[in-house]
């Protein structure tokens, strides 16, 4: 079992920089892999990131790269994503999911946990 607590999410100007952050519980964190996924109103939730167990795997949706980079910390239970260069068509709820079988993919149908979500605004 993970429980998933997001944070950091806030209403920044656009080509600012955010970082959010998830804190987990739960014994299975380092084995799993961690991703990163975003809804806007009225549009599907989308994969952003993910990053494997040990780190050796990350992959991004391609709006994202070389502006977005996820990584964790197995020591402190936790997951980031740090955004810089941001544009209003990054406004959405972000949402930390963990899936416990650790095969960082960009289908949402993977992860089996997931947190409330923090909402990230980006004001043009």
């Known amino acids: 079992q993970v429980q998933l607590v997001e944070s950091g999410g806030r209403l920044v100007h656009a080509g600012g920089s955010l970082t959010l952050s998830c804190a987990a519980s739960?014994?299975?964190?380092?084995?799993?892999?961690l991703g990163w996924f975003r809804q806007a109103p009225g549009k599907e939730r989308e994969f952003v990131a993910t990053?494997?167990?040990?780190?050796?795997?990350?992959k991004y949706t391609d709006t994202v790269k070389g502006r977005f980079t996820i990584s964790r910390d197995n020591v402190k239970n936790t997951v980031y994503l740090q955004m810089n260069s941001l544009k209003p068509e990054d406004t959405a709820v972000y949402y930390c999911?963990?899936?416990?079988?650790?095969?960082?993919?960009?289908?949402?149908?993977?992860?089996?946990?997931w947190g409330q979500g923090t909402q990230v605004t980006v004001s043009s």
């Open positions: 990053i494997s167990a040990r780190e050796l795997v990350t």
């Open positions: 739960g014994r299975t964190f380092s084995s799993s892999a």
């Open positions: 999911a963990a899936d416990s079988r650790n095969k960082a993919t960009m289908t949402s149908q993977w992860y089996n946990y």
